[in-house]
């Protein structure tokens, strides 16, 4: 990379930000530094747009400063639709690669902990810039990357090389990690998670780190688990550091929820209730909501669905992912909160429970919460894994 091109403002302006948020540390500095977002994305690619509120379409060919200033800026970039089967310029159905936002990358990184030396599997490799930031600090030689999409692995394995550090990329399920290149210090997975799986344990060394951004099926948002491998290397377990949101291990995504499987009249099939509960304590407007996070945790195999706010009404669903069982609250401006349930759960008493808890917990943020797995399960706790209750997630 030529001297221009590391003083461009936009990157040297973004990297001094992200130091003053405590976000790119010092050790992490020279790799920012040295290695660009903007070398490992391809030619048209689709940031997202916060005026717009959504994904698009940005050509280097046809815009380069646009491409120039999104490649430099601290938003996320989607690189591939629907599964590499989407063509045309405008956004696809569903986004299935991107690069992160840069302030994620970095405090994943600083989660991650690296020593010289140490030898880091990544699970997703995606453009290939992670990896690129990790083998500028540890070397190529010590890092591996799995990525499952054949033409993603493709063009991120071109880029590194063009880049100079030629990591090792296997097209192959991260689920299963990459036995060849075990045992390792640091795994790290660029993907959502709603099972961590055993074999990244067994592949990693006693007292490494499990870095993974990991959550329930109740909405998208995932936390960053930071976990600590136990030393018989049987079991890791550790504390959530903060919100994200990634796309999920394909393996692990959850097929959309289909309302009429569940319905097949009105709500007035339910049950019917009133609920205490008002709109604001229970939707507090955050995108990574940690009451959210927190009715995941506790109420197992259910997905909510929050609709769009209509004439002062607002209905929120819950469905049941063990069975047919659903609930709706309907909350409205000015009026009780009326709730229909239908089914062999209560959905709604259920969440409502798991609502007061975290009230009388102190309302715990992301980062009270922890996670501990072994080849028996799942675990979350609050505080202290002493006080852990069970999960259940796929397989």
């Not at 120039?68 to 310029?89: F, K, L, M, N, R």
């Not at 100079?164 to 959502?192: I, L, N, S």
């Not at 943020?365 to 999960?391: E, K």
Request: net charge negative; charged share 25%; glycine share 12%.
């Amino acid at each position: 990379m030529t001297a221009t091109r590391q003083e461009r403002p936009g990157h040297a302006g973004l990297g001094q930000a992200l130091m003053a948020a405590g976000v790119l540390s010092s050790d992490w500095a020279p790799a920012y530094a040295a290695v660009p977002r903007g070398a490992f994305l391809p030619e048209l690619m689709w940031p997202w747009d916060v005026g717009a509120g959504r994904s698009v379409a940005v050509s280097r060919v046809e815009d380069p400063e646009a491409w120039q200033a999104y490649a430099e800026s601290d938003c996320p970039i989607v690189t591939q639709w629907d599964d590499g089967e989407h063509t045309g310029t405008e956004p696809g159905a569903v986004a299935t690669s991107s690069a992160s936002m840069p302030s994620v990358v970095f405090r994943m990184l600083r989660d991650l902990d690296v020593r010289p030396g140490d030898r880091v599997l990544e699970v997703g490799t995606g453009t290939g810039w992670n990896a690129a930031l990790l083998a500028h600090r540890l070397g190529a030689g010590n890092v591996v990357s799995v990525e499952v999409d054949g033409g993603v692995a493709d063009a991120a394995r071109k880029a590194l090389e063009r880049f100079g550090v030629p990591v090792e990329v296997v097209q192959g399920d991260g689920f299963d990690g990459w036995d060849r290149g075990a045992p390792y210090d640091r795994v790290v997975a660029t993907c959502g998670l709603r099972a961590v799986p055993v074999a990244w344990m067994r592949q990693c060394r006693p007292g490494g780190l499990i870095v993974v951004p990991w959550g329930t099926h109740f909405g998208n948002g995932d936390a960053v688990a930071r976990l600590t491998v136990a030393e018989d290397g049987r079991s890791a377990s550790g504390p959530f550091t903060g919100p994200v949101e990634f796309m999920k291990l394909r393996a692990q995504r959850l097929p959309p929820v289909v309302h009429r499987e569940y319905v097949s009249g009105s709500v007035a099939d339910g049950d019917t209730r009133t609920t205490p509960l008002v709109e604001e304590a229970f939707l507090d407007g955050e995108r990574f909501s940690a009451h959210g996070f927190a009715l995941g945790l506790l109420v197992p195999d259910c997905r909510q669905v929050v609709a769009w706010k209509e004439d002062g009404a607002r209905p929120v669903w819950l469905y049941s992912l063990s069975d047919r069982s659903w609930a709706c609250a309907q909350f409205r401006d000015g009026e009780r909160t009326r709730v229909w349930q239908h089914g062999r759960r209560r959905l709604w008493d259920e969440v409502e429970a798991a609502h007061v808890w975290w009230q009388e917990n102190g309302r715990p943020g992301h980062d009270r919460f922890g996670l501990t797995v072994d080849d028996g399960g799942h675990w979350a706790w609050l505080d202290d894994p002493s006080r852990a209750w069970p999960l259940s997630v796929p397989v």
